[in-house]
């Protein structure tokens, strides 16, 4: 069950998202809607496994109760909980970082929430970490992240 509280609309939401795992990732202010993840849950006090072979995103509208599958890039927009990606000087744009674990790299580029796509413009090989670890300096084009409790820089082209 998930339950949403509209401030803004004076009233409770209580919805039943059926017996598979749906978890509430972040309310996106650009689309009027909350982005759900629902996966697989593979400890969820039954015996069977229940859930998509593939991680699932939907965007539900508070006020209707409507959701809709949505696809794109999502890793940049979870676990958001200390700030929100750090706008560009383009609409709808921010700077993100996609961390690939398998191959122990990062990739830094533009993430437009409008559509959820990511463009990448450098790849960090050798180090993993999130968009709230890093900030881009316009000015100066660098890169600065937090790895290790180390303050490291990179230079960046910034790409339109």
Same mark, same amino acid.
């Given at each position: ?55 699932? !995103? ?17 890793? @940049? /927009? &979870? %676990? ?55 900030? !881009? ?17 990179? @230079? /960046? &082209? %910034?790409?339109?």
């Amino acid at each position: 069950m998930l339950h949403h509280n509209s401030q803004k609309l004076g009233f409770l939401f209580d919805y039943y998202l059926k017996e598979v795992s749906f978890e509430p990732v972040i309310y996106l202010t650009l689309h009027d809607k909350v982005l759900l993840c629902r996966a697989k849950d593979d400890y969820n006090g039954y015996k069977k496994v229940v859930g998509p072979d593939k991680t699932e !995103f939907y965007l539900l509208d508070p006020k209707t109760g409507q959701s809709q599958l949505v696809s794109g890039v999502f890793s @940049p /927009l &979870q %676990n958001l909980d200390r700030r929100f990606l750090q706008p560009t000087n383009r609409p709808f744009e921010f700077w993100a970082a996609v961390c690939n674990n398998l191959k122990n790299q990062t990739e830094v580029g533009y993430y437009n929430l409008k559509d959820f796509s990511f463009q990448p413009i450098l790849t960090v090989p050798q180090l993993t970490f999130s968009s709230k670890s890093m900030w !881009f300096d316009e000015t100066k084009s660098l890169l600065y992240l937090v790895y290790e409790e180390q303050l490291l820089s990179l @230079p /960046l &082209q %910034n790409k339109p």
